[in-house]
């Protein structure tokens, strides 16, 4: 009886979990098979989901018709810059919010905390203002970089990582005589890795992604990132939906790609942080 | 080891391409040069090469002054452009109509000091007032915009409904409800056709029909508000009667604008609302599509057809002008740039430059050198919907946001966004009736208004 509710149990789980997939995969499928449907002189977002007539006329218009690769260009500069910088000053926050006692640490820390609690559109205008008007960084590379070189989110997340990492190890480090900086690059570095990719992935997901940043602060064709690119197929009165299709199934490749290869990190980052150390 | 050479070479990698790529400053003009910033739309299909050609033979002629334009996305144009104005800092030229929102600012350019007598001459008459907020000159319009609704002339045709006398007539609210019965049928392959199908998520629809029971707008010129009036309630009722006698489908409510297109397209609904000309180019243009293979369905024969008004009223027309609206910034570039800035503005709207969307998106032009630089060329649209056109625009009302100051401004704003909206979509769903929807239009405007 016993085992039969447990395969009863069992059984609907399974049932559950299937119908949860299929629900997320949805999606997915639906932009990838867009992508080979020619919708554009349609503009009804007709888009069934097998095609009658498969169609590469989306990719053409996506690639020939605009500075896709350009664009492609500059999110993965911007994506990966942002990554390394974000990878190397939160682990270098995290660590010392962490590891190292100095006068007002937690007071900083908490101020930091406090500064994640103010909405984004609060501080939008004065961030415009920053960027654009005084630093005069619009259209630039660096418009689109130095504002989010480290979030507090980050340094958050690895504060809490480095947290879970023994302390006993720093201390044997300066018993030897170890620098601070040794102690960083040789003892914590190593291994925090897990925690650091994960804050990589996550982060260069983000950047990849995000939209609103980069389409106020770049003007120039040239300058878009590929979110912002994309965007540029809705006009007035009608959608181009295969060709946004088309350019968010290529934009969306390297997140694939991404996934496949660290999917081991991306569930340890579901429970970063959450172990007490 | 590894670890440190890995994170140096990733660190020095970054310090370069940062080094290399960051552009540094745009405004890298010489002394002499005034960079004048223009952010525009793609108005229509070619404006993107229409407006590069325009600012080449404008620096042709004027080399002391650089144009620098953006085109932005309808999407997501507005809200970057609302950052700026925010921030302080708009471009100097933004395609658009003029906004007391604007002129709050204190940033919106009062053009009335550089306006000629060549220029306003060179205006039709009453365009120039479609972009003045209480009296003065904000904004050069480029064209004469309208609304209305887009029918599928076969369609007409086969329910003997007299489109033409229509188009130059008009029609009552009792007028189009017999008409539109008419197109009411189920198809043989079990699709039902319905008179006339909107979506539930653009405002206009109850906007149009609601100026057209003699409310021009949720306010008046002296910004009171008047959705509080019984002509309101009788608007409501209208459109509920509607999806209750069969003319709209019951699923309105869940109808977006893509789908709504989609009835429009696959001959499901003779009458599609948020009409414009522009749809004589487009149907052509799927009507190609058609041809060449790449598109299924029906070749649609567009016939634009006038917001019916209530009986025992007049027909009143959504209208207005959009154009070029001038900015200062907060730090202002001085009197000089101000007038660069509105030659710039009148050389994008004036001719040729700014004529090209008015003959392209079919539409009245504004200025008599537009109608010149065109005389004698084909322009695009059907001419009987051409003159629809032309007599529907004789019909219109300029929105009261031109009389009106930024703060009814915002809270008319705050109106649609709080109660038109989501009480449209209770409308079409049936879950509150007309009275009870007028009755929570009175006590927000109430509200919002007082």
Known sequence: MQSKGKIAVLGVSITMLVMWGIITIIPLYWMIIGSFQDSYADASMKISMWPEVWSFEPFSRFFDKTMAWRWLLNSLIVSSILTVTNVFFASLAGYAFAKLHFPGRNTIFWILLMTMMIPTQVTLIPLYILVIDVFNLKDSYMGLILPSIVSVGNIFLMKQYMSTLPTSLIHAARIDACSEFGIFYKIILPMAKPGLSVLAIFSFVFHWNDFFWPLLVTESEAMRTIQVGLAGFKFADTTDFGAIMAGATVASLPMIILFFALQRYFLQGITIGAVKG | ?450
């Open chain 2, 1 to 450: 080891m590894k670890w440190n050479k890995v994170m140096a070479i990733l660190l020095a990698a970054m310090l370069v391409v940062l080094s290399a790529c960051s552009s540094g400053s745009k405004d890298g003009a010489s002394d002499n040069v005034d960079v004048i910033k223009v952010w525009t739309y793609p108005v229509h299909g070619n404006y993107k090469d229409d407006i590069a050609k325009s600012v080449a033979e404008f620096h042709a002629k004027h080399p002391n002054i650089r144009i620098e334009y953006e085109l932005l996305t309808w999407a997501e144009g507005p809200k970057k452009f609302d950052v700026a104005l925010n921030a302080g800092s708009p471009p100097d030229i933004y395609y658009h109509g003029v906004s007391g929102q604007y002129v709050d600012t204190g940033l919106a350019l009062n053009l009335d000091p550089y306006m000629t007598d060549e220029i306003v001459s060179d205006y039709l008459p009453g365009v120039l007032d479609k972009a003045k907020i209480q009296g003065k000159q904000y904004g050069l319009p480029m064209y004469q915009y309208q609304w209305a609704w887009s029918a599928n002339q076969r369609i007409l045709e086969e329910a003997g409904i007299d489109w033409r006398k229509i188009q130059k007539e008009g029609w009552t609210w009792s007028e189009f409800k017999t008409e539109a019965k008419k197109m009411v049928k189920d198809l043989p392959d079990g699709i039902k056709q319905y008179g006339i199908v909107t979506d539930a998520t653009t405002t206009d629809f109850i906007e149009m029909l609601a100026r057209s029971s003699g409310l021009v707008d949720v306010v008046d010129r002296d910004g009171k508000f008047i959705w509080n009036d019984e002509r309101m309630l009788d608007t409501l009722k209208f459109i509920r009667s509607l999806v209750d006698e069969g003319i709209m489908p019951k699923e309105t409510a869940a109808i977006d604008p893509a789908k709504r297109v989609e009835y429009f397209y696959n001959g499901k609904t003779g009458i599609a609302s948020k009409g414009l000309p522009y749809y004589d180019v487009m149907l052509e243009t799927r009507a190609k599509d058609i041809d060449a293979g790449k598109v299924k369905g029906e070749k649609i024969e567009h016939v634009y057809l006038p917001i019916p008004y209530k009986d025992g009223g007049k027909w009143q027309a959504t209208v207005g002008g959009e154009g070029y609206v001038g900015f200062r910034q907060k730090d202002d570039k001085g009197e000089q740039h101000a007038k660069n800035t509105f030659l710039v503005m009148d050389w994008l709207t004036k001719g040729v430059h700014g004529g090209n969307s008015a003959s392209e998106l079919c539409v009245p032009f504004a200025r008599q050198s537009q109608i010149d630089a065109f005389k004698g060329k084909d322009s695009r649209g059907k001419p009987h919907n051409k003159i629809a056109a032309e007599i529907n625009q004789s019909h219109g009302v300029p929105s009261s946001d031109l009389y009106v100051d930024a703060k009814v401004s915002a809270s008319k704003k705050k109106f649609i966004e709080q109660a038109q909206k989501p009480m449209q979509q209770a409308l079409f769903s049936g879950s509150r009736t007309p009275e009870q929807i007028f009755e929570e239009f009175k006590n927000k405007g109430e509200q919002l208004f007082r």
